[in-house]
């Protein structure tokens, strides 16, 4: 149980390209889900948490309007890297947080998405 | 402000051997959780054991056992009888418990673990 799908899982394409990363949970409710974005070798950088049905809260640095996440019903979020550039090449991940009365749930994480961009 | 630090960026050992990894953190919540996650080269995020703070008894999950000192912050993952599917980037991460509580995860820096043959 607890599985958590994100596609898709490698994207190339061209400098200004805008792109659109799915996150379901498949088996369970997630009102709150969350994306991060990973370089080689280092840890996961919480980009913003995704609340359905509201606006996503942002981290510090992360540009709103560069990334542009929807979360419009309590199984898919969506991130959309708009006008995509190189330096926005990197490994992006999704988890999700299952709905339960127990505060202790942990986050169920996707695949992952490595975005390449030329 | 939650900070998770991992000391250890990279650390090897012996097939069948015991390896421990470290991880402090600091905190002024009395209540929160613990994890650690283990994430191959494959790069898929799984949960390895976790600990909930107000529990003084250590968590265990078959090979894998936290040693967790809440005064002193410090929350290290030992693996016993390491595996070579044990080879991976370990992190350590931090949730905060109680009506504050998002789900928010704070990741350590990552320990890459290589066992070896």
């Known amino acids: 149980g607890a599985v958590v799908s994100q596609h898709p899982s490698r994207v190339i394409c061209k400098s200004g390209t805008s792109v659109k990363i799915e996150c379901r949970s498949l088996?369970?409710?997630?009102?709150?889900m969350f994306w991060y974005r990973q370089f080689p070798k280092q840890s996961l950088m919480l980009m913003a948490t995704s609340n359905e049905g509201s606006k996503a809260t942002y981290e510090q640095g992360v540009e709103k309007d560069k990334f542009l996440i929807n979360h419009a019903s309590l199984t898919l979020s969506t991130l959309t890297v708009t006008s995509a550039h190189p330096e926005d090449s990197s490994f992006y991940i999704c988890?999700?947080?299952?709905?339960?009365?127990?505060?202790?749930?942990?986050?169920?994480f996707g695949d992952g998405t490595r975005l390449s961009i030329l | 402000a939650q900070t998770v630090t991992q000391s250890q960026p990279e650390m090897s050992v012996q097939e069948a051997e015991t390896v421990t990894l470290s991880c402090t953190y600091d905190t002024s919540e009395n209540n929160y959780y613990l994890f650690w996650y283990k994430q191959p080269p494959s790069r898929q995020m799984i949960l390895v054991i976790r600990q909930e703070a107000y529990k003084q008894q250590n968590a265990t999950e078959n090979r894998f056992s936290v040693n967790f000192q809440k005064a002193a912050k410090s929350f290290s993952l030992k693996i016993s009888d390491s595996q070579l599917g044990d080879t991976a980037m370990y992190f350590c991460a931090f949730m905060k418990h109680g009506s504050g509580n998002t789900g928010k995860l704070i990741f350590g820096q990552g320990t890459t673990l290589q066992v070896k043959p």
């Open positions: 988890s999700a947080k299952l709905d339960s009365a127990l505060r202790n749930q942990p986050q169920h």
């Open positions: 088996d369970f409710q997630a009102t709150t």
